[in-house]
């Protein structure tokens, strides 16, 4: 953009927290030039040069931190509570003006960077073209066109169904020609109506060949795995992040796997468990009817939600005890978990006894390593994008500093984010009784 070089920005901060897991450093300075950071330290070694014209933002009452990134999202849904099967029914074009609002919300809350991971056909291709032709904001996208499934399988709607490697390497490649930054696979079944979320879908060869397909075009993948065997499968094949990484038996019992845990913490894959998502289905249950309305067949299912949820924060646990690289990402606005709220589930990353500086890592610089962006994001260093936020408080003392997002910039720009009142509509409440 003409002369945005010559534009120069000094933020000051009262505390700066750079991502990179350093204690965080009071009164910092941050310089920016055009979209880029040019140099941080500490305030009084900071400036932009003498002939400069330069701007100052002046944070030096709040945390400034890296923008989050949120390494699942999907675009499409609501977070309403409607299946992805009701989702598939919709439009593309009403898929694309509902992931555009969603999009707002992202960065509007301080997610500044997303990777997404089940949108139907071209919507969030096209959303992404939109945001580039300046029609609406968004935050950076790492998309993956659409996830690649089998017949039947989970998210099998949303348009990408492929049968043996040969149809893997296929769909890899159009998914590639069609503008893909990564490819998801759903190594399992899962909330799709017609799929066995306790069963592997894909074979180990057909995994084989979609991995190592988009291996070679140089892109990451990552495999939606709601039991063991697609877990086992996933890491057999090569897959780089294992999402969800639920432990579970073709008969429904859940059992931790201390050898497919090792296995992944020393392979280095990347797990996301998505917590939250969980739990916010309890939340829905207790905010729609009330504890004492629940119907038999409710109060069951909530039951077995709470379990599920239990045994995932403890599942967690463990991984994080043996090295397992745990990252953020939010799964929203998947089942009844609205986009906007990244924050909850790296809540719940800290309930799994992850470190305070760890879980801000989480959703920041780690989230970035582990999409393929950490050249370019997650951390506060020279020469990386100035993605950045300011928060009130400090969110390795308590991280619901990361719901007092003060103000948001990305590529050096500030956001206009409209309203306090349409920030706060966006947060998901906690039930009263919660
Ligand atoms: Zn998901």
Avoid at 44 to 54: D, K, R, T, V
Avoid at 120 to 132: E, I
Avoid at 183 to 195: L, M, N, P, V
Avoid at 278 to 292: Q, Y
Wanted: aromatic share 4%; net charge negative.
């Amino acid at each position: 953009m003409a002369g945005r070089l010559d534009s120069f920005t000094l933020i000051r901060a009262g505390l700066l927290i750079d991502g990179r897991g350093g204690p965080p450093l009071e009164r910092a300075a941050v310089l920016v030039r055009g979209s880029s950071i040019l140099a941080v330290g500490p305030e009084h070694e900071i400036a932009a040069p003498e002939s400069a014209h330069a701007q100052t933002l002046d944070f030096s009452d709040r945390t400034v931190m890296p923008g989050m990134v949120d390494c699942h999202t999907h675009h499409n849904g609501f977070g309403d509570g409607r299946a992805g099967d009701d989702l598939a029914a919709l439009s593309d074009e009403t898929l694309t003006l509902q992931s555009a609002r969603n999009a707002r919300a992202s960065l509007f809350t301080g997610v500044t960077t997303i990777r997404e991971n089940g949108p139907k056909n071209a919507t969030m291709l096209r959303l992404r073209d939109a945001v580039r032709q300046g029609v609406t904001v968004g935050p950076r996208m790492v998309l993956c066109g659409r996830p690649v499934s089998i017949i039947g399988g989970h998210m099998s709607y949303f348009g990408s169904v492929v049968t043996g490697p040969v149809e893997g390497r296929a769909m890899v490649r159009q998914l590639v020609k069609e503008g893909a930054d990564y490819i998801k696979i759903t190594a399992t079944g899962g909330s799709t109506r017609t799929s066995y979320p306790l069963l592997p879908s894909f074979d180990v060869d057909e995994l084989t060949a979609i991995a190592g397909e988009a291996r070679k075009f140089g892109l990451l993948t990552a495999a939606h795995c709601t039991s063991t065997q697609g877990i086992v499968n996933s890491l057999d094949a090569g897959v780089d992040m294992i999402i969800h990484c639920i432990f579970r038996e073709p008969d429904g019992r859940f059992d931790f796997k201390d050898d497919v845990a090792d296995r992944l913490a020393e392979r280095g894959a990347f797990v996301n468990p998505t917590l939250h998502v969980l739990r916010s289905r309890i939340w829905a249950a207790l905010r729609n009817h009330g504890e004492a309305a629940l119907t038999t067949a409710a109060r069951r299912r909530m039951d077995e939600d709470e379990r599920a949820f239990e045994t995932a924060i403890e599942h967690t646990r463990r991984l994080i005890e043996r090295g397992a690289n745990v990252i953020t990402g939010s799964d929203s606005s998947w089942g009844d978990y609205p986009l906007g709220n990244a924050v909850y589930e790296t809540e719940c990353l800290l309930m799994a006894g992850m470190p305070a500086m760890d879980a801000v890592m989480s959703v920041t610089s780690k989230a970035a390593k582990a999409i393929g962006v950490d050249e370019t994001v997650g951390s506060i260093e020279p020469g990386k994008e100035a993605d950045l936020i300011a928060v009130e408080g400090n969110p390795v003392e308590n991280l619901d500093a990361l719901w007092a997002v003060t103000d948001v910039m990305a590529d050096g720009r500030l956001v206009e984010r409209g309203s306090q009142e349409s920030i706060s509509a966006t947060r998901q409440l906690r039930p009263a009784s919660s």
